[in-house]
């Protein structure tokens, strides 16, 4: 058995803070946890005790979007020009970052063929360390469309269908649809991709299931499509336009209305690229789908080799953009657990959960950016040492601190003290 001393523990569910609170952690799960007096605190033999009396301990964070395997490169085609056995390897070292984190699950919104089932085959042999793969394979694009390479192209709604089924069958946890173009060269972000009878094929099959379906969108169309087609989580969600010039930005709050009406999750609103055209929209549209009442997960779509661990940046600029450190939390904790269907498994540090903990060195309700600060990572029970290989953490450190100058720069959100 584990004894967690902790200074502050936020268990994720959205209740106040306990200060000096313990967690007991028998094999993976937790045993209990409460304050000090009012937890039974076994001592002896085969009692192991941690010490995070300095530090505030969390759930685990979840990714909600994640590229663990495109492969090393500055831009898609440079990546996917590798061989699926370099992509395997690219994924390898970024799940380990991204666990030195903090980030004990992610949902890999794909790559190209086997890739990803091949990583967590080889996570669950005991091989590598990485979080807990949740897992779409590949997405789901029409001929030409964003991420063709990746070998799951479908036309027409029993393509689509028959497409989904394959990677359900292949181990796909959740089915992720691309409905409008993205960063691949010969697409148009700012169009959609698919009809709404073509996404149904998608929606229908995940569903029928008993899985979810995730939706790739920046066209303002694709949103539209994609809430008719009864999608559970929208992705980017970035109100482009073909008209006018570009960017083609426009918020739309009348959609935004739509989305909260049919109750769909948004995901990865904010992002983390040093270009201010499209940080300054990012920011508009997570405001404006906040006040829209739109239910928000936090996915940092990291994709690039070594930059990855942003998530607790992806929070802060969350925060920066007007939520309340809790309500970013929750935006990475149990809200994703619960859209998952894992919240029985996952999410908060609650009796019976498993024990996916992070322990920080100060309190981030305090100032969220302490989020950046792990001290220690424990998953499924067992404490991850820290990976020699300090790359990620350098890289993503160095990309925030540009990253604020930038909103600094151009008065993006409001200022953090
Ligand atoms: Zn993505």
Redesign the pocket.
Known sequence: MKIITCGTCIDGTGAPAIKNAVILVEGSKILDVGEEREVDVPRGRGVEKIDCSTMTVLPGLIDS?I?LALGAGSFYEEMFAHSDAHLLLTGVVNARSVLDAGITTVKD?GTRNRVTFDLREASATGIIQTPRLILSGRAITMTGGHFYFCNAVADGYEEVRKTARRLITEGADFIKVMASGGGTRITDRRRASYSVEELRGATDVAHNAGKTAAV?CHATQAILNAVDAGFDVI?HCSFLEPEGKYPGHTFREDVAKEIAKAGVLVDHIIHTKLDPIELEYKFENFMGLRRAGVQMLAGS?D?FLDLMGQLPLVLELMVRGGMTPMEALLSATSKPAEAMGLDGLIGTVEKGKEADLIAVKGNPLEDIRFLASTALVMKGGKVIPPSPRKIAKDKVTEHAKKVRDLIEEHSLGRVLD
């Open positions: 979007h590229h919104l790739h992705e779509d994709l």
